[in-house]
């Protein structure tokens, strides 16, 4: 309870710095200039997905300081590795790329994408560190030292320069940077822990734990790369069909409602998935009981904050960030449909992880990718509009989480109709809620 609670006061604290400064930004940044950011974005963040293979999350479940050494090392590896390779597939194909999806990114812009995820990567895999050491608060305060950075560069360029994308990469690079400082420091000596990590480093020890938790990139990997990349599918679509200032007011959407994810679920996620394993080795009942506790709760917090986006979202959102971001309002109130499932799925899927259930987790992952791909394709050479085909993906996307969701009952064994019950009275909900917003 006391990590929860240490988690989530920095969690507050670093939303307060993001609700406080967004407004800032949006003010000075238009949608087109905050699209082209997020795509930069949305590329680093799937690169960084492969970056390590995911051994770094495995780090937290190894039983001995060599055996946690050995997969830090040979995470740390695969990072180098992966970042030079996106480095060069960005010089040899960097102009058919844009072209493709029509990306209006500069020169140097692009190839500041390789350094986004060579820090970003490392800064991930410590923080997993942290996790297993349960450093919390140091976590936190590498969270706080990222936002307030990214977001306090970001403003400083675009009043001393110009509002342009580089002032938002430029930002985001910084913002990374401080927190790997902060980071580097909750280590009280970290001379003598990296010569520990380099005594205890050798070919043969990495090869074992790769072979160890070679679960991780077979299974978690390719189940983890799938949410994330149908998470950003939408934003290559409306790209390509409705142009950047649609992406970055889409965008923008998203990123409000997803404070309510690192408020709550992803602040019990890293201590429920510790918490689990504890549960898992008492009994079975025991982790299917709490499991299903921690359902009720985030469902009943999901279902009231996200009905007050579906209601009043397009009123309230040109209010605080400004009229030219009016159509985010719009977007808002149909992403909180699918945001509210999310919002209940992100903790309880480590669920999956911890009964061993990887496969069953990459089965549910490819079928709602397949799905979204589908949807979006529909969409595409149906030519709707921006409203309906953002509602349809969102309605599709809020299934998905369900089934998601449901599949932990599943393994468990546990109250799967009554899970079924609530959470179709809850996307009920929802659509009423929306529904009546439409009317004012």
Known sequence: MRNVSIASFWNVVIILVQFTLSPVISRLYSPAEYGVYVLFSSFVINITFFSHFRYGD???LTTSSRQRDNVFSLSIILIVVVSTLSLLFIFLFKQPLTKLFKLPLGNSLVYLIPLSVLLGSIMELLLVVNVGRKKFSNNGLAGFLNGAGSRGVTIMYAVAQKAIPIGLVLGDISGKVLALIGLTFSFRKPLPVFRRLVKETTIVRMREVAQHFRSFPFYFLPSNFLVTFSAHLP????????????????????SMLEIFNRLVPYTISSVFLQKAIELRDMSHRHLSTKTYRLFLYLLLVATIIFSGFALLG????????????????????????????????????????????QRLLLGISVGTVVVKILVLMLIFFLDLKVAPALFTYSAISALASMVQVIGVFVILRYNVIKVLTLLMASLGVLLMVWSIGLLF
Request: charged letters at 10%.
């Open 235 to 254: 934003l290559y679509v409306f790209q390509y069909q409705y142009g950047a200032a649609v992406v970055g007011a889409y965008a923008l959407a998203s």
């Open 58 to 60: 495995a780090v937290i």
């Open 314 to 357: 397009d009123i309230v959102f040109p209010w605080v960030f400004g009229e030219k971001w009016s159509i985010a309002g719009t977007f808002i109130t149909m992403l909180a449909i699918s945001y509210t499932f999310n919002f209940i799925g992100v903790a309880l899927t480590e669920v999956y992880k911890v009964m061993g259930r």
